[in-house]
């Protein structure tokens, strides 16, 4: 069964550093989500992205923050000059968009420890 | 703005019991509504979604029902296993958006 794919699992920075989250989504699926989860926090919404562009996004994501698919296979999430309140396991999710088609595929997550 | 809570916050059961998880939102203008599970450390699962016009969906001994005017879902698990011993998330979108806002979870476990 296809699957939602992300690297690294686990990344450790330093406050300042940047990082680059990867995502393959599924191959013929079209709409595109990151998500974070603060440990023993709900799941939060960061931003949505079709057709090559950003289609909504939360007050979390804020210039720190950026979007990519650079090659139309990996959907990449940059956070730019991270702070420690961005440790949490961000998870990458795609859908097909429309009707039945519309359950979201998760993938298994990065850990992201800022210290 | 959208607030989703689940009740309760933990479950423990012993195997065979049938059991509901409860979710409630504040706002009824939903698109619609999905069933995650979650295990420890691991991504999320959809188990079900209904579509906003849409009342139940089974899938299996899940049973997931939505009742949008009075801002519910709820959902049933028939005979329980210790395999189904996780979190339960409910996610709601809302009508015009693109994104799901997630409730708290149910942490269920489900004793041999």
């Known amino acids: 069964e296809p699957e939602v794919t992300q690297t690294p699992s686990h990344q450790v920075t330093q406050m300042g550093q940047e990082v680059i989250l990867r995502c393959v989504p599924i191959?013929?699926?079209?709409?595109f989500y990151w998500y974070r989860q603060i440990l023993g926090q709900k799941v939060e919404f960061l931003v949505s992205?079709?057709?090559?562009?950003?289609?909504?996004k939360s007050e979390i994501f804020d210039d720190q923050f950026s979007v990519e698919r650079p090659d139309g296979s990996n959907f990449t999430l940059k956070i730019r000059s991270t702070k420690l309140e961005d440790s949490a396991m961000y998870f990458c999710?795609?859908?097909?968009?429309?009707?039945?088609?519309?359950?979201?595929?998760f993938g298994p997550g990065t850990r992201l420890l800022v210290l | 703005k959208q607030e989703v809570t689940q009740i309760p916050a933990a479950l423990s059961v012993p195997e065979g019991e049938n059991l509901v998880l409860n979710c409630s939102f504040t706002?009824?203008?939903?698109?619609?509504l999905q069933w995650f599970r979650q295990d420890p450390g691991k991504g999320l699962t959809s188990l079900l979604l209904?579509?906003?016009?849409?009342r139940e969906q089974t899938s299996g001994r899940l049973n997931a029902s939505l009742d949008k005017s009075s801002g519910r879902s709820t959902l049933y698990i028939a005979a329980s296993q210790p395999g189904d011993s996780a979190t339960y998330l409910c996610?709601?979108?809302?009508?015009?958006?693109?994104?799901?806002?997630f409730g708290t979870g149910t942490r269920l476990k489900v004793l041999a």
């Open positions: 706002d009824s203008a939903i698109y619609n």
């Open positions: 191959s013929n699926h079209l709409y």
């Open positions: 992205f079709y057709n090559n562009e950003i289609s909504e």
């Open positions: 999710a795609s859908t097909m968009m429309g009707g039945r088609e519309e359950t979201q595929y």
């Open positions: 209904i579509q906003s016009s849409q």
């Open positions: 996610a709601v979108r809302a009508s015009g958006t693109y994104k799901y806002i």
